[in-house]
C-alpha cells in the first residue's frame, strides 16, 4: 500500500504561481511513478503531469505545457508540481496519483490516489 498526501493547494490570482506537493509513504513509494490530475467542478478528471521513478521521463498535458513543472525528491518521497502563469481554468481539485508502472499513471489506471488538494484562480 501507498499514502498520499497533498498539500499547498490555495487561492491564487491569475497569472500567479503555486507549487503542490505530495508526500508518499508505504510501500517503496520512491520507486513508484506518479503524477497530477485534476477536476474541475461538472467535469471529469483529467490527466495534467506524470513523472517516472527514476525521474528522467515526465508527460503534460497541453492544457499545462510550458505553464506546469513536475518534479521529485525520492529521498523525501515526495513529487512537486510547480504551475506557473495560472489561468481561471486551471481551477479545481488536484490529485496526486501513484503506480508501479507509468504508463497506467498517464492513463489515470493508477492504483493509489490522494484525497486532494484545492486550487482556486481568481481573475
Known amino acids: 500500500q501507498v499514502q498520499l498526501v497533498e498539500s499547498g493547494g490555495g487561492l491564487v490570482q491569475a497569472g500567479g504561481s503555486l507549487r503542490l506537493s505530495c508526500a508518499a509513504s508505504?510501500?517503496?513509494?520512491?520507486?513508484?511513478?506518479m503524477g497530477w490530475f485534476r477536476q474541475a467542478p461538472e467535469k471529469e478528471r483529467e490527466f495534467a503531469a506524470a513523472?517516472?521513478?527514476?525521474?528522467?521521463?515526465?508527460s503534460y498535458a497541453d492544457s499545462v505545457k510550458g505553464r506546469f513543472d513536475i518534479s521529485r525528491v525520492n529521498a523525501k518521497n515526495t513529487v512537486y508540481l510547480q504551475m506557473n502563469s495560472l489561468k481561471p481554468g486551471d481551477t479545481a481539485v488536484y490529485y496526486c496519483?501513484?503506480?508501479?508502472?507509468?504508463?497506467?499513471?498517464?492513463?489515470?489506471?493508477?492504483?493509489?490516489w490522494g484525497q486532494g488538494t484545492q486550487v482556486t484562480v481568481s481573475s
Open positions: 496519483a501513484a503506480d508501479v508502472r507509468y504508463n497506467d499513471v498517464v492513463r489515470g489506471s493508477n492504483d493509489y
Open positions: 513523472i517516472h521513478g527514476s525521474g528522467d521521463i515526465t
Open positions: 508505504g510501500r517503496t513509494p520512491s520507486t513508484y511513478a
